[in-house]
């Protein structure tokens, strides 16, 4: 499995982006697919998670109601739509996949993945 992420760019606070993970390889059904950010001196954060199955979603406390995870799975594509966003969401954005995922917030852990993609940078400054 490959994954590409692109879409990120430079925005002013309270602007919006969306990041686009293309997949490809065999069986993507039943993976989930998480967004990790990690910023200059910081740990790599689990943004979110979505399940391909089913489209069961999860997020991190820090982007709860501004940013929406959607799958379109016949394009092999997870997108992040991020809204209202803040300096403080200003890094290097990542995708990521399980194999065999569990459902829960573990899917937001960076350890276990099978596979990661090359990240895009976002950064959020006036």
């Known amino acids: 499995v490959q994954l590409q992420a692109s879409g990120g760019g430079l925005v002013q606070p309270g602007g919006s982006l969306r990041l686009s993970c293309a997949a490809s390889?065999?069986?993507?059904?039943?993976?989930?697919i998480a967004w990790f950010r990690q910023a200059p001196g910081k740990e790599r954060e689990g943004v979110s998670c979505i399940f391909a199955y089913d489209g069961t979603t999860y997020y991190g406390d820090s982007v709860k109601g501004r940013f929406t995870i959607s799958r379109d799975n016949a394009k092999k594509t997870v997108y992040l739509q991020m809204n209202n966003l803040k300096p403080e969401d200003t890094g290097e954005y990542y995708c990521a996949a399980d194999k065999r995922p569990l459902y829960g917030t573990s899917c937001l852990s960076r350890y276990g993945k099978d596979y990661w993609g090359k990240g895009t940078q976002v950064t959020v400054s006036s």
């Open positions: 390889g065999p069986n993507l059904d039943y993976l989930a």
